[in-house]
């Protein structure tokens, strides 16, 4: 099974993909493989980050 590296969902067969090979010297080299059809990239939680109390420590 195949992992679109930019969306994190898995490419079906029936979905048309690109395939994208990075050299790595430490990994060796892997595939990362993408959906031709524009997806939607992972989206990263955002804890809120709102005015916080300064801690003060005596
Ligand atoms: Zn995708």
Known sequence: M????????SIKDNEQYTT?????ASAGGMTVYRHVRPCRRVQIPTSPSGPQPAR???
């Open 20 to 24: 994208h090979d990075i050299l790595s």
């Open 2 to 9: 195949k992992i679109c590296g930019r969306c994190d969902q």
């Open 56 to 58: 003060r420590y005596r």
